[in-house]
């Protein structure tokens, strides 16, 4: 059977049943160990070795044309392995290895057709499946992660919309902030609830601004909601979407990027990233399009 990421939570009854509050209990057990965005921060190794390995997924789904939920859970499953394995230095097939597995698996879960050759990678089967069986382990087989996707459905709910017909618009604007932020090492000290609402949040505020006061306040009287947590991956999630629309406003003027360089652009932003306590709250330089913050004013 195939796994959908948001397949927890895909009906009311669901969300009135015990699977919400089992849900948020247990989403802590499909994040990276604690001491991993600690690596991140202190060794630039880990954040090279993540970055290429992002980059050479990603590259992986350019090429094979997958669907973007296999990529997105393979490095879901890489970030748990690597929190989990040190990692050898000096040896560069590692990561192939390692990234060709996660995308093996991921695929695996998903019913579809993976080929490694047709990837770029070139291993045997028995090796390949020898690393399938470290991540599993790795993983405690907790192959159905839950990410910020399971929670997605639930958010929803609790707006309450009064038209329902926005209810997708929202959700196909927070599917796409959920995908790009998973390239962003920041966000992995976050629970996958959090970024769900935050990236929620964003997308009312671009898209129905002037209920999103209700619907903020809605997020943080949530019991499953920590609003300190809330308060600064939504400062987080906001300030890399007005990055985005500050750096695709000079893309629009020089035209000189390419799928690759955008990459490398939005992975080099993420290692600086790791090094800076800057947040939404602090001047920036990037333009103030409908900065809004948690505590109900605008920014100056």
Not at 30 to 50: A, D, E, I, Q
Not at 169 to 196: C, G, H, M, W, Y
Request: aromatic fraction near 10%; charge should be negative.
């Amino acid at each position: 059977m195939e796994f959908d990421l948001e397949n927890s939570l895909t009906s009311l009854e669901e969300h009135q049943a015990d699977t919400v509050p089992n849900l948020f209990a247990s989403e802590s057990d499909h994040m990276p160990s604690r001491n991993f965005l600690h690596c991140l921060k202190t060794s630039g190794f880990y954040v090279s070795f993540r970055q290429e390995a992002i980059s050479l997924i990603l590259q992986a789904q350019y090429s094979c044309n997958y669907d973007a939920f296999i990529p997105y859970l393979a490095v879901n499953y890489m970030d748990r392995f690597i929190s989990k394995q040190e990692i050898p230095q000096g040896k560069p097939w590692i990561l192939r290895l390692l990234v060709i597995s996660c995308l093996s698996l991921a695929a695996k879960m998903k019913n579809a057709h993976f080929s490694g050759e047709e990837a770029g990678f070139i291993f045997d089967t028995q090796t390949i499946n020898r690393m399938e069986l470290l991540i599993l382990d790795a993983l405690n087989w907790r192959m159905r992660s839950i990410t910020p996707f399971s929670f997605v459905h639930f958010f929803i709910s609790v707006l309450e919309l009064k038209d329902p017909s926005t209810s997708q618009p929202l959700k196909d604007r927070a599917t796409e902030i959920i995908f790009k932020a998973q390239n962003e090492i920041k966000f992995l000290e976050f629970k996958p609830s959090i970024v769900a609402a935050s990236a929620l949040l964003v997308a009312s505020n671009e898209l129905l601004p002037l209920q999103f006061p209700l619907f903020k306040c809605s997020f943080s009287s949530c019991a499953f909601v920590n609003k300190e947590k809330l308060l600064s991956c939504f400062n987080a999630v906001q300030e890399m979407v007005e990055m985005e629309w500050y750096e695709s406003m000079l893309d629009t003027m020089s035209c000189t990027r390419t799928p690759l360089s955008v990459l490398d652009r939005q992975c080099t932003r993420s290692e600086s990233e790791t090094t800076s306590t800057t947040s939404i709250t602090n001047g920036s330089t990037v333009p103030e399009i409908k900065r809004r913050r948690l505590n109900g004013h605008s920014s100056k």
